[in-house]
């Protein structure tokens, strides 16, 4: 990473709320082409998240604790900040000497602009400054939360604009926070009604969804230079499984999360 940073743009996309069994399942039965493309070995990776619900585990990720491989470690992290005596920070490790990435980035010199999803980021109380304070720029409308039913698509929209009016000399962090398939994503199942609520059948859908707009985003960030990609989830949900319904609990459907890294060749 010490190579990566300052040479390639830096794109982290978080899939919220997106569970890895059914990551795992659409990606082998060639429902998600677009992201499949790029996973390596078209598979997701098994990991642990850092939180059960958004705001913890962005912190801890914006802290460099990105979700954490899902086998006995410990595992080198790619991101962390300077602290005496971590155990999961290696030669590789990009170091940074702030309290967080995003403006360790910023003094690193690049551009750090979030597009925001889930009401975290929303800014309009001081809970949700919190994590968009973080960036020098940062986007949210109401067409970017989990009430819209075409919120990818328009977050992919406003990433392209974002790439677009940067100097092409100016490094980019880019974070984007999709929001489609936290609940409601029932309207994203075609015949689904508000009625019949939101299942693992809709978030299912609502993946499939993401994936039929990611590979703009991902044109976008590559259009100037290599970019280097980090997209994951932040934790799963539960949809009735053991009888728990939702996340911010200790289930293994909220801890276990897909997770992938992999660079975005220049396209231009």
């Known amino acids: 990473m010490n190579e990566v940073v300052g ?17 795992a399942e659409l990606a082998e039965a060639g429902r998600i082409p677009h992201l499949a493309h790029h996973l390596p070995n ?7 998240a850092p939180g059960s619900f958004t705001y913890a ?5 914006f802290a460099g604790f990105l979700p954490t491989p899902a086998t006995p470690g410990p595992h080198p992290r790619l991101f962390a900040a ?14 940074f000497d702030t309290p967080d990435l995003v ?10 602009v979030c597009v925001g999803g889930v009401g975290f980021f929303n800014r309009q109380g001081a809970l949700g400054n919190v994590l968009p304070g973080l960036f020098q720029e940062s986007h949210w409308e109401p067409e970017f939360g989990v009430a819209s039913p075409t919120s990818f698509e328009t977050q992919v929209a406003r990433a392209e604009r974002v790439v677009a009016e940067l100097p092409h000399e100016q490094r980019l962090f880019l974070f984007v926070n999709a929001a489609a398939l936290h609940q409601p994503n029932w309207f994203h199942l075609p015949g689904a009604t508000r009625a019949s609520g939101d299942t693992r059948q ?11 707009h990611v590979g703009r985003l991902f044109a976008a960030m590559s259009a100037r230079r290599r970019c280097f990609a980090v997209v994951c989830s932040d934790h799963g949900t ?12 200790g289930h293994e459907a909220v801890w276990t999360v897909p997770y992938a890294h992999f660079f975005l060749e220049p396209t231009a």
């Open 57 to 61: 585990s962005h912190q801890a990720m």
């Open 238 to 249: 539960t949809y009735g499984d053991d009888g728990y319904t939702g996340h911010r609990l």
């Open 42 to 48: 078209g598979t997701w990776e098994k990991r642990h």
């Open 82 to 95: 300077q602290f005496a005596g971590s155990e999961t920070t290696a030669g590789r490790t990009y170091v």
């Open 7 to 23: 040479r390639d743009d830096l794109l982290l996309l978080t899939l919220d709320t997106l569970r890895y069994d059914v990551a």
């Open 103 to 112: 403006s360790g980035l910023a003094a690193a010199g690049y551009r750090t």
């Open 202 to 212: 809709t978030h299912a859908a609502a993946l499939e969804y993401i994936d039929r």
